[in-house]
């Protein structure tokens, strides 16, 4: 299975953008889906996680601001940022825990950059 990342992109502070992640390959169910993100020169940090049953969870800093969601029938979950601010800016990546029959493991997307200026 992998996972494969679009959207990101340049914005404006106070603007938006979606991203988007899509799982192939042997897929039996998706578990938890997330994204995280990483700015220069500081730790990869959890932006928000969704579980199977469509909870939610986010990090303080994006509250209010972030919306994870997920399409299950097409195997893909997104992130929609609102009210972007500078410090948003680093490359985003996705995460999955996939079930593919036997086996669950963790899987990545590559990561897709995010700058936000003032």
């Known amino acids: 299975a992998r996972l494969v990342e679009s959207g990101g992109g340049l914005a404006q502070a106070g603007g938006s953008l979606r991203l988007s992640c899509a799982a192939s390959g042997s897929i039996f169910s998706l578990n938890t889906m997330g994204w995280y993100r990483q700015a220069p020169g500081k730790q990869r940090e959890l932006v928000a996680v969704i579980l199977s049953g469509g909870s939610t969870n986010y990090a303080d800093s994006v509250k209010g601001r972030f919306t994870i969601s997920r399409d299950n029938a097409k195997n893909t979950f997104t992130l929609q940022m609102n009210s972007l601010k500078p410090e948003d800016t680093a490359v985003y990546y996705c995460?999955?825990?996939?079930?593919?029959?036997?086996?669950?493991?963790?899987?990545w997307g590559q990561g897709t950059q995010v700058t936000v200026s003032s």
């Open positions: 995460n999955a825990n996939i079930d593919d029959g036997t086996d669950i493991n963790v899987y």
